[in-house]
């Protein structure tokens, strides 16, 4: 009997440890920004980051920030 108490002990501590870490990492997601679009993202780079992004497309140095980020959305 005690053999059967300590291995049910013992799945529960598993089921449990696996269920918190889930939890967390649909937390973590979550807050990472899943739900963010990427327009918002691109707009925080730099206008040199969007042109480095943008290699080898013509006629890019004209433009402002949002039309380069309106080219990679």
């Known amino acids: 009997m005690e053999q059967e108490t300590e291995a049910t002990i013992m799945l529960l501590v598993i089921v449990g440890i696996a269920i918190f870490q889930s939890l967390?990492?649909?937390?973590?997601?979550?807050?990472?920004g899943i739900f963010k679009s990427k327009h918002q993202m691109l707009m925080k780079k730099t206008k040199s980051e969007l042109k480095s992004m943008l290699k080898g497309v013509r006629g890019i140095s004209k433009l402002n920030k949002n039309d380069l980020v309106l080219l990679l959305v």
């Not at 967390?24 to 990472?32: G, L, S």
Request: aromatic share 22%.
């Open 24 to 32: 967390f990492e649909v937390v973590y997601v979550i807050r990472q």
